[in-house]
């Protein structure tokens, strides 16, 4: 950080608390309070895609976690260290494991307190307590040294940040408008199809491997490798492990071309998603690739499948899908003159969001690039 900069105790410029913590099984509902958890909050962002929500009357029995609009939370456990900004609300918020800042805003712009820790990775990593399970609780968060320039340049480092956050943010909702339109024009041929065939009929089922990982010349390559945790909505384009071609060759894996389609078959199960960049999978997974059939409409029939897999395990654990439970599927096979239609239409929708796709990930970078030049002084920001 700039030398002139003062550091200050962070409990100086913000009053901090913790979610609540506690069994929440019972508690959870179809619908009412927003809840987060710590899997809803990664770097700068808030993933929707798997919100709990909590009654009136819980909300009510729970005030101290309740969030505001420009609160800063920060996750305790799992991956801790990651934070975002609570963005403007009408309906009242609540959290389980997140530690909660309310920032003084006369102090401190919370748009920049989020990108200093969001970059000091480091600092919360020298303030995680736990010898099994590593978290960040809020004592120490209250100690964290913050640089404080003056409230004017605050509001210029995080106006940068926040607009490429803003273009990122945006590029995602069209891509989520962008889907939502083509799961309603093919469910629109679904329902119409009363040709019925085996799913393994028109989609080959392909399998994954894992190069030996105590040999270090297949890995940190430049061909990435993904696992469950890789998933996209709907496209990965990065992935956490990346091998070597020798790597690849010594592993049960091809390198899948763009559009393939992956579903996780242990671990988180039943996600399904595509390829945006040629890639090798491990043994978790399965790469789907049609017979005849355009990969688009693979991935439209995979999640049919997995949504009546998902329907038959109602009650029971559904902790793995197996070939065999591919092969005993059934799914509508829409028409020819449908499925061209629907392909006229889906394939620009799909380069699009791919398009979008890669446009984030550039723009992710420049905004992980730009931030600690602008926090060291490196990028000049007139006062």
């Known amino acids: ?37 710590s899997t809803n909050i990664e770097p700068f962002n808030i993933k929707m895609d798997d919100i709990k929500y909590i009654s009136p009357d819980f909300n009510e029995t729970i005030k101290k976690s309740q969030l505001n609009t420009d609160d800063v939370v920060i996750v305790r456990t799992g991956k801790p260290g990651a934070c975002t900004v609570i963005p403007q609300k009408i309906e009242p918020w ?4 997140l530690v909660i800042i309310h920032p003084n805003k006369e102090k401190i712009n ?66 989520e408008n962008l889907q939502q339109q083509a799961f309603a024009l093919f469910d629109n041929c679904y329902k119409h199809s009363d040709n019925e065939v085996s799913f393994t009929e028109i989609i080959q089922i392909l399998g994954g491997g894992t190069p030996k990982t105590r040999e270090d010349s297949y890995w940190n390559g430049t061909l990435p490798f993904f696992t469950p945790k890789d998933i996209g909505t709907p496209y990965t384009i990065m992935t956490e492990k990346y091998i ?20 996780t078959a242990r671990g988180t199960v039943g996600k399904v998603g595509l390829c945006g960049v040629p890639m090798a999978m491990n043994q978790s997974c399965y790469a789907l690739i049609g017979k005849n059939t355009h990969q688009l409409l693979v991935y439209f029939y995979t999640l049919k499948a997995i949504e009546k897999l998902k329907y038959k395990a109602s009650g029971a654990v559904f902790d793995a899908i197996t070939t065999k439970d591919f092969e005993t599927e059934k799914i509508f096979k829409i028409s020819d003159a449908d499925a061209q239609s629907f392909l006229d239409i889906t394939v620009p929708i799909y380069q699009a969001i791919l398009n979008n796709t890669i446009e984030n990930q550039r723009l992710s970078l420049l905004r992980d690039t730009l931030l600690p030049k602008l926090m060291n002084g490196d990028v000049i920001i007139n006062e």
């Open 1 to 37: 950080m700039k030398s002139e900069w003062e550091e200050v105790e962070l409990a100086e410029v913000a009053d901090l608390t913790v979610g609540f913590v506690g069994t929440m099984t019972n508690h959870y509902t179809d619908k009412g309070i927003l809840f987060l958890r």
């Open 94 to 97: 609540n959290c389980s494991d």
């Open 110 to 175: 919370p748009h920049f307190l989020a990108s200093y820790i969001n970059l000091a990775s480091g600092v919360i990593n020298a303030h995680l307590v736990g010898a099994v399970q590593q978290h960040f609780n809020v004592g120490t968060a209250k100690k964290m040294k913050i640089p404080l320039p003056p409230i004017k340049i605050q509001y210029q480092i995080a106006s940068i940040i926040q607009s490429l956050n803003d273009k990122i943010e945006l590029n995602k909702r069209i891509n």
């Open 244 to 263: 070597t071609e020798s790597g690849l060759a010594h592993c049960n894996s091809r390198l899948y071309p763009v559009n393939t389609v992956f579903v």
